[in-house]
């Protein structure tokens, strides 16, 4: 039953259908129609006073937790946060500024919760491990939101840009996420681009699989 249709075709329609099961009256329609409005009015209040507690819960950490540097409000969504310690931002500015610098890697991340987080990544070459010999990934700014809207994104990566430097020369490593990317491309304009390995990969698996490759085939792919 379209909302906004007259009762009175509403029921004609219903009796040329199955006149045993249609409604005995015009009003049982106004009745039903009047639960329906009621419910989604209802439905859109408790989703407003969600967010409310959302904001208010946030907000109070603010000016209390060290690490939380933007909380980003826009109506009738969720807060974004965006959280770092001064020490994780200059440790991954001093690795991969310049053409030599450590590949700045961005990735979002799943089954967290009902949130995502997006993580700035870089291999700290200060540092080396003893196992693998190679110098040790690290996390620096993270966005904990509610969508991946591509202006949502931008927000994000315009306030870690702000922290280089707008010409800064950097490498960036990323998957092929569109929204993400086209934000990427954005907020760092002097950067270079490059597709993560481990998506490269990913790729390369699902495509044989979709085109019937057996299981040793895809574990071929290292």
């Known amino acids: 039953m ?33 639960r329906y409005r009621k419910g989604k009015r209802e439905e859109n209040m408790n989703s407003r006073i969600n967010i409310a507690d959302d904001v208010v819960s946030v907000l109070s950490e603010l000016h209390i937790n060290p690490v939380i540097q933007e909380i980003i409000l826009t109506k009738h969504k969720k807060p974004v946060v965006i959280v770092y310690s001064n020490q994780q931002v ?3 500015i001093r690795n991969c500024e310049g053409d030599d610098g450590s590949v ?19 291999k700290n070459r ?9 110098f040790p990934v690290m ?20 306030h870690v840009s702000d922290r280089f430097g707008q010409k800064t020369q950097l ?3 990323s998957d092929e996420e569109k929204s993400m990317t086209n934000a990427l491309k954005a907020k760092f304009p002097h950067a270079n681009f490059l597709l993560c390995t481990k998506h490269i990969h990913d790729n390369i698996r699902r495509h044989l699989q979709e085109n019937g490759a057996g299981v040793q085939a895809r574990k071929g792919i290292p």
């Open 104 to 122: 700045l890697g961005v990735d979002r991340t799943f089954n967290l919760g009902n949130f995502y987080v997006t993580v700035f990544s870089y």
């Open 171 to 173: 490498t960036i490593g």
């Open 2 to 34: 379209a909302e906004h249709e007259k009762v009175s075709n509403v029921m004609t329609k219903l009796m040329e259908d199955n006149s045993f099961t249609a409604p005995k009256s015009t009003r049982q329609i106004n009745d039903k129609r009047f």
């Open 126 to 134: 200060c540092l080396k491990s003893n196992r693998t010999k190679d």
């Open 90 to 92: 200059d440790d991954m």
């Open 139 to 158: 996390f620096g700014p993270c966005m904990i939101h509610f969508d991946s809207e591509e202006e949502t994104y931008g927000k994000f990566f315009s």
